[in-house]
């Protein structure tokens, strides 16, 4: 493969945006997404980090120290931001879940509830866009809120994509003419 300065990639900048399992999917990079999506807002200067991982074990046998064979035993796989606005979607959301009465008190789900939603994540380069599109999930961490006054407080957050029936777990949508095959 040669060498090609043009096939890099920078996520200098992007959007976040989460809706209800089942909402219109997008069906390009570059539409706006369906009315039912909500935009994040403004995400911690670390942007996302995608985590893509697979668990194996090794095959080993009697007659050698060396293992035979790898099998894959299970697939994660991950999305984790730092939200830095906080208004009634973006705590809903962090929160698991829960409904608000008015806009002064929000009362948490009750714990057994799944807040399963959809994610797109758009990353742009320029007129580059990656666009990673996840039909369910869920988030299954919220990190330390921390208020202090040397920065933001902000809202840690790692979602998980799941399977649903007749789904992928995720697709990504490209508008780079620098994706090239090999």
Do not use: C
Request: net charge negative; proline share 5%; hydrophobic share 35%.
């Amino acid at each position: 493969m040669p060498v090609d300065a043009d096939e890099t990639f920078i996520g200098a900048t992007g959007r976040i945006y989460v809706g209800a399992v089942g909402s219109t999917p997008p069906t390009n990079a570059t539409s706006s997404p369906d009315a039912a999506f909500f935009d994040l807002g403004y995400v911690s200067e670390d942007g996302p980090a995608l985590t893509p991982a697979k668990t194996s074990e090794a095959l080993m046998g009697w007659q050698s120290f060396f293992q035979l064979r790898r099998f894959v035993t299970g697939i994660d796989f991950s999305v984790t931001f730092a939200l830095l606005q906080h208004n009634q979607e973006t705590i809903k959301l962090a929160m698991g879940g829960g409904t608000w009465t008015g806009t002064t008190q929000f009362t948490p789900a009750d714990p057994s509830t799944l807040d399963e939603r959809a994610l797109i994540l758009d990353v742009q380069d320029g007129s580059r866009t990656h666009r990673w599109y996840f039909p369910k999930g869920i988030i299954t961490d919220t990190g330390e809120i921390r208020y202090n006054r040397a920065g933001g407080a902000m809202f840690t957050l790692t979602y998980a994509p799941e399977l649903s029936e007749g789904d992928n777990l995720f697709e990504i949508f490209f508008n780079d003419s620098e994706i090239s095959a090999t």
